[in-house]
């Protein structure tokens, strides 16, 4: 603990934020750093709490509240605290394998589980992750790690999303050889091309797959597994393979009309909006168009600020479940998770260039209106209401928005069966890879599954976690031990 006063003496600082007004105007990267002296009495204001919680990712009431890789917190912010930054990334190495990602996309489970939240705000512990990872890359201090010994087990990872290259990652510092395999042009997954620029600028990715390369890790793009290339192909060459290919199976609108022209999947436009960044592929474009957004997660969002740059005459985020309330209420009590309404940064940019939050809560879409051209003109919603555990529609509640793109981003139901079927996987319910509990082995013999492809659509952080832990079961299948 470096400064035993120092949550009574300093206040929380956040990274600072460029203002809506000057960050539409690109899909740069919009929160400049505090100076390391101001950082220093951000790391100064955590406890080391006998008890900490922050790294603790305890399940309540059935949602999980502290970090989910057990980060070592109050043992780096000490070290921020003293300057010592090398130390500090020596600490955070231990138990994260991506704190550049993470300390940029992830919601900070940490901080709605930190002490010092319960009657202040909490630590900036995000933030001074991000700073320690930065600050150490500046330095020139990253250097690969090249493993001292090599084993002869090779081992194929199929998908390059943050899950596939956590795996990777602690299996090529156990020093067996690793091929990781992407469909797509360019590696990171999820990182690369569902996450817009503005939340991680994509040259970051790109700097951790330059230094994992360097480590000895082979990557492998364009090559669609269960497609283009068998299953059996890797079944035969590797000693164990480990499946991160997402939940990538996008949960669909019904109604009359869906076939029109102008309707997207939200990662589909996403996707295609940061290739247009990357190589000026053309893109689906929101310019001067009214549009509408179904779903009101991350996706949502980040689809309202790609509309929003792109030069959208309007955006509409529709919404199923009712607003949630702005300040925690007695049931919901520290520390479990805040159920508390988040205005983020897409919705703080419509309340800017529109004059209005662009959310509608309790509605969905009956129909899909559209010209005798089959382009879409509009939708018509209708509003809904929750009765004995039921979701209804409420009668004489209809309503015609007009839109010329929709956008769906109303989340995911499982792998994609090509995948499965050729590994030929048992599936859950959810449409994920079945397992054992706490396993990641799958009924196919040396097949190992991690990430979304494994507990279905979740965060950045949870995926690195599945990485990781799936890498040292695979380890022990291979070596018959394991000391990761």
Known sequence: MGKPTGFLEYKRMDNSSCAPEERIKNFNE???????????????????????FCQSALQLKGMVTGCPLHNLIPEWNDEVFHGNYSQALSRLRKTSSFPEFTGRVCPALCEKACVCGMHDDPVTIRDNELFIIE?????????PRIPAVRTDKKVAVVGSGPAGLAAADQLGQRGHHVTVFEREDRVGGLLMYGIPNMKLDKSIVQ???????????????????????????LLEEYDAVVLCCGSKRARDLNGEGRQAEGIYFAVDFLTRATKHLLD?????????KKVIIVGGGDTGNDCVGTCIRQ?????????????????RTPSNPW?????????????????????HDPRIYETTIKEFLTDDKNQLTGVKTVKLAFKDGKMTEVEGSEQILEADLLLIAAGFTGCE????????????????????????????EKVFAAGDMHRGQSLVVWAIAEGRE??????EYLMGYTNM
């Open 335 to 355: 520390p479990e998770w805040p159920k508390i309404c988040k205005t983020d940064y897409g919705q703080e940019e419509a309340i800017y260039c529109f004059g």
């Open 311 to 327: 030069g959208c005459a309007s955006v509409t985020q529709i919404e199923m479940m009712p607003k949630a309330p702005d300040e």
């Open 280 to 288: 000026g592929t053309p893109w689906v474009s929101a310019k001067g």
């Open 470 to 475: 799936c890498a040292r079961e695979v380890d």
């Open 207 to 233: 700097r951790r797959v330059d230094l994992m390369t360097a480590e000895g890790i082979e990557f492998v793009t364009g090559a669609n597994i269960g497609a283009d290339i068998p299953a059996q192909k």
């Open 135 to 143: 600050t150490v890359f500046a330095e020139g201090n990253m250097k």
């Open 30 to 52: 919009f929160h400049p750093p505090l100076s390391p002296e101001e950082r220093r009495l951000q790391g100064a204001r955590c406890m080391n709490c006998g008890v900490p």
């Open 417 to 444: 069966s090509y995948v499965s079927d050729a590994f030929q996987l048992d599936l859950t319910p959810r449409g994920v890879a079945a397992t054992a509990p706490s396993s990641y082995r799958t009924n196919t």
